[in-house]
């Protein structure tokens, strides 16, 4: 299994970033696929998760109406979209693919700044 996340960069408040995590190793379209995220100094914390035909979608009510998480099952990526990004967004973003066992990426970084 490997999780390769990919889109993380400096932006300014306001802003907006897509992240991508390219799956392989397993059947992708058959896995909830999920975004946390890590600040420094504090735990990882859940962001997003998507159900594998992508019918259903949760959020952390701090990103609630700002970022949206899809997937494309033929690409085996899925994605999060992230807008009005603030400065406490900021932290490494991993993507996670649930199950037993559970895999992570390596992370991205995204900061948020003037």
């Known amino acids: 299994v490997q999780l390769v996340e990919s889109g993380g960069g400096l932006v300014q408040p306001g802003g907006s970033l897509r992240l991508s995590c390219a799956a392989s190793?397993?059947?992708?379209?058959?896995?909830?696929m999920s975004w946390y995220r890590q600040a420094p100094g504090k735990e990882r914390e859940f962001v997003a998760l998507?159900?594998?035909?992508?019918?259903?979608?949760q959020y952390a009510d701090s990103v609630k109406g700002r970022f949206s998480i899809s997937r494309d099952n033929a690409k085996n990526t899925v994605y999060l979209h992230m807008n009005s990004l603030k400065p406490e967004d900021t932290a490494v973003y991993y993507c996670?693919?649930?199950?037993?066992?559970?895999?992570w990426g390596q992370g991205t970084q995204v900061t948020v700044s003037s």
């Open positions: 996670n693919r649930g199950g037993n066992p559970m895999y």
């Open positions: 998507i159900t594998g035909p992508g019918g259903y979608s």
């Open positions: 190793g397993f059947t992708f379209s058959t896995y909830v």
